[in-house]
């Protein structure tokens, strides 16, 4: 006890220290518990937002009667969700139609352990971070394959076929991708913007925590590391994975206008929401891979470019401002409400909201939480832009053909992938193959 | 390998038979999509033959939304039959009700005044537009994209908003009565017509800018669904399915009625007949109704709206079928009159009945998605097929 105690105040008072090192079990579990909390609430904001963006897209308003602008309409879901029907169909393989949803979900939550939310932010800090990320998120086509399997009827199955196929098509296409930015981690190069010192190549590595921290080293986002490799390697990653999570332009297994809803169509009620809360919360796993990877994680935009104290502030205060501005934009839409009796609960409750978020903002404008949320803050932000993009998707475009779906994944992104691969280890390595082929050519 | 299009017609006593010349040696999947099935537009019963995802043959099940229109006819007067043609095509009502409006002037050898005649154009050319809009948005729904699907209703609104002004009704307007029209046009007719002109036309180059050049679209459509004018002559089809495989074939022209032969208008036609070039064809059809429309609230006339019809119809004994450019295709009005109030027979001549026959040559081979964006792009309403 005495031990546990000295970790939470050794770390209390040391926060570099690494998370899920020896004696760290205390914060693992708090950061297990904030993490699955944050996701709930994560889930619950991006249904609504999908809703409300999709919908202006679309010139319409989107929900708008439960809560002021529809904002308790995700709880209204949820409510309606738990407390429908549970159907099992009466064909279907009882057992394995059960599990089918849980290994989703698990698959989806349990990617979450070693995201970076911070250089001491994360759950655990695994020296083969990123690998076990892409091992258990692709787990989550077993339990879409059983899923489909057990429902016993022939849309979930060819919906299931669909998703099995795709999904592990793109992992491959995916996974070269994400080895080329894990090649730069150990790879010195000038790069575009010659930021970076040219020097002895370092060791690589695949902790989710170096990678950032490597970026952080060399100067550079590897999104811009090697121009263009950086970008390409990032857009056949973006694009795979929009596939792997299933999402529009690649829901062809829940393709809804061909087969229903595919996979999932026999399950209802509480088991769907499963299902739901998976593919989203696969949705943030797999936008934060890509954060990681490319988008510097935590770091905020220009630490180098714009460095120094006053930066460092201005830069420090932009969480706390954004959640005043969303405050102000409520009080603003206080003001704009209908002046009917009938609003008045709708209008207080907006205005509740608004004064909830911008109480947030102030607290976060305090030095200490100021300083304590930043990484957390740059690393969602980031995140958020890709589930901005993945609304955007669905509002843009058709739904591939699964045998186009095919083509894009073999015959575009792998190739690209591959060349890719070998460009980036011949650019990171230039100046030793050059001194390589100097010493051939002097014996 | 086999062609599929040369295997036994997609019959399910003969699927077994038929097992034996699939490619590979798998089973065949037989699966029910519809009545309930959000992309059967309605309650179309399609049987699939598939193996694996590719489609070997296809039976389409109708008559779920069978009311027996044509029975009715024969119960009804002339004039108490009119309301029900708009319940057959519903989303081209206006279409429907000059077809059978015509047919029986044609039979008491009336026509309708030179007005009744510029505003009758007029309302069936927005009806084209509100129809091709309500094709798009579905299609383009069907095959993934959902948000045209908005846009084109927030637009066909404006035109089910100038029929609720003009007729009360949004959907089955029953606009027309034989002889001429009921109603004068309101106050500020000619006016709104304009400006719809004015407003759809940026609309049109909107549901574009989505859609022509969007990459996934021309994978999704291109090559997909084709067939061949031959085909089309030999199957009946007709409409914009006809037109973009390459037959120049639009009664408008070719048979004008109405006064379609005082307008300025052209007939676009596609080359391939795939589902691409329909979407394209009915695209520029669009732009063409709207140049029908402004010529001719142009150019409406003074005079009487209705012609001097008798209140009570009996037309002589004889028989008379009349067609006409419904948004869909060849709609046309079959009447036997025995000389009494009530007809003897009517028989309809629907386009998307005709045309859906067509779907089962245009799948062969295809997978299981295109057989969505065939159905699509056949543009059929199942009021019409199953009447």
Known sequence: MHDFLNSITDYLQNSNQTPGAAGNFFWATVYILLVFVGLSVAVIAMNWLERKILAHMQVRLGPMRVGPHGLLQPIADALKLLLKEDIIPAEADVTVFWIAPFIVVLAAFTVFVVVPFGPTHAITDMNIGILFMLGVSSLSVLGIVTAGWASNSHYPLIGALRSSAQMVSYEVAMGLAVVSAIMMTSLHGMGFYGVAPPGPADSGTLSMIDIVKMQQDQHIWFLFKFFPLGIIAFAIFAIAMVAETNRAPFDLPEAESELTAGFHTEYSGFRWSLFFLAEYSAMIAVSSIAVTLWLGGWLRPFPNALSGATWDLLFSIIPGATFLFLGALCFYSTARMPKHPLFRIQTMGLAGFGALLALIGIVLLIPGPRHWVQDIFWFSAKVAGFMYLYIWYRGTFPRYRFDQLMKVGWKVLLPIGLALLILTAVVGMRTELLAQVKEVLHR | ?387
């Open chain 2, 1 to 387: 390998m086999t062609d599929p299009r040369t295997l036994a017609p997609p019959s399910l006593e003969t699927h077994v038979a038929a097992h034996d010349e699939t490619f590979l040696d798998s089973n065949e999947l037989v699966i029910n999509m519809g009545p309930q099935h959000p992309a059967t537009h309605g309650v179309l019963r399609v049987i699939l033959r598939l193996d694996g995802e590719k489609v070997l043959g296809l039976e389409c099940v109708i008559g779920y939304l069978h009311r027996g229109v044509e029975k009715i006819a024969e119960n009804r007067t002339y004039t108490m039959f009119n309301p029900y043609v708009d319940r057959m095509d519903y989303v081209a009502a206006v279409s429907n009700g000059l077809g059978y409006c015509e047919a029986v002037e044609k039979l008491l050898s009336v026509e309708a005044p030179p007005r009744a005649q510029y505003i009758r154009v007029i309302l069936t050319e927005l009806n084209r537009i509100a129809s091709h809009q309500l094709w798009l948005g579905t299609h383009a729904l069907d095959i993934g994209a959902i948000t045209p699907l908005f846009y084109t209703f927030r637009d066909r609104e404006e035109i089910l908003k100038i029929f609720e002004k003009y007729c009360g009704a949004r959907l089955t307007t029953h606009a027309f009565r034989i002889g001429g029209l009921q109603y004068e046009a309101y106050d500020g007719f000619e006016a709104d017509v304009k400006n719809f002109v004015k407003f759809v036309k940026p609309k049109i180059d909107e549901y574009e800018e989505l859609l022509t050049t969007n990459r996934i679209w021309l994978e999704r459509t291109k090559g997909v669904g084709v067939i061949s004018g031959k085909d089309c002559i030999a199957l009946g089809v007709t409409g914009p399915v006809l037109r973009a495989s390459g037959v120049k074939w639009d009664l408008r022209k070719a048979q004008p009625y109405a006064n379609y032969k005082n307008f300025n208008f052209e007939i676009p036609t596609g080359e391939n007949g795939d589902t691409y070039d329909r979407y394209i064809v009915r695209m520029i059809e669009m732009r063409q109704a709207l140049r029908i429309i402004e010529q001719a609230v142009e150019g409406i006339p003074e005079g009487p709206i209705m012609a001097k019809v008798p209140k009570v119809m009996k037309p002589p004994v004889g028989e008379i079928y009349h067609s006409i450019e419904a948004p869909k295709g060849e709609l046309g009005y079959f009447i036997v009159s025995d000389g009494s109030t009530q007809p003897y027979r009517v028989r309809v001549r629907p386009p998307s009945f005709v045309n859906l026959q067509a779907l089962d040559l245009m799948c062969r081979g295809q997978l299981v998605a295109d057989v969505i964006a065939v159905i699509g792009t056949l543009d059929i309403v199942l009021g019409e097929v199953d009447r």
